[in-house]
């Protein structure tokens, strides 16, 4: 595995997690086995690898560092994969596949968009990530972290937050909490208009009315005085259907 001695590169948003006992309280959470086809999303040094490739016997990881995946590549069983994740095809694995991963803050948000497109060909993801992040998330309608993120993931994916990580926990430590988020997809996925999410988001001070004029809301049955952050995943559903037709 990486030694601890690398340093961590700004430019990759590098925060490496060391913290045993929260290792521990991941593995434990994501409760890897034999049959599981699992993928890691930045191993960095590998703490959570370990553990992860021991209870599972093979494992895929997905690093961007060179150094690092370098180092990686020694470990019977462990499959690397010198890549950029938001730009790496994931429909390469075989369906069920488990998803994990301690997620670069700086590009949290993308990945998460991208991986979003993978929901029907996953069993589950657990991630590690800015607790602010994660709080938009898991939101209801209606509350201020509401937003265009939390209605393109809860469209597919039932969400939890696990548990929080203190900032002592990586090194360096970053400047935010962190917290240990789980997402298992729907049976029955919404079809919501990327396009359409974005304009309502970007708007989400107006009126649904000015934000979208295009839409017909009498026909999809929603008020049109309302504002975006009001509206569920299955009213924006509806928007998408009244979009199209």
Not at 79 to 94: N, S, T, Y
Request: aromatic share 8%; hydrophobic share 45%; net charge positive.
């Amino acid at each position: 595995m990486p030694s601890s001695s690398h340093r961590p590169r700004k430019r990759f948003g590098q925060h490496f997690l060391h913290e045993k006992r929260v290792v521990a309280r991941l593995v434990e959470a994501i409760a890897p086995s034999k049959e599981d086809f699992i993928v890691e999303i930045g191993p960095g040094e590998g703490v959570l690898t370990a553990p992860l490739l021991e209870r599972a016997g093979h494992l895929e990881v997905i690093e961007l560092d060179r150094d690092l995946a370098a180092a990686l590549r020694d470990r019977q069983g462990l499959v690397v994969h010198c890549a950029d994740a938001l730009e790496f095809d994931f429909g390469q694995f075989p369906a069920g596949m488990r998803i994990v991963g301690n997620l670069p803050y700086n590009v949290s948000t993308p990945l998460l968009f991208h991986l979003a497109r993978y929901a029907p060909q996953v069993r589950d993801l657990h991630f590690m990530l800015q607790l602010e992040v994660v709080e938009r998330m898991v939101a209801a309608p209606s509350t201020p972290a509401y937003g265009r993120l939390s209605v393109a993931l809860q469209a597919r994916f039932a969400m939890k937050k696990l548990f929080k990580v203190a900032k002592g926990a990586f090194r360096p430590p970053p400047k935010v909490e962190s917290a240990v988020v789980r997402m298992q997809p729907l049976d029955w996925q919404l079809p919501i208009d990327e396009e359409l999410l974005r304009r309502a988001f970007s708007a989400r001070r107006k009126t649904l009315r000015n934000a979208l004029p295009e839409i017909d809301f009498e026909a999809a049955g929603i008020d049109p005085k309302l504002r975006p952050e009001n509206l569920s995943p299955e009213d924006y559903a509806r928007l998408s259907m009244n979009s199209i037709l």
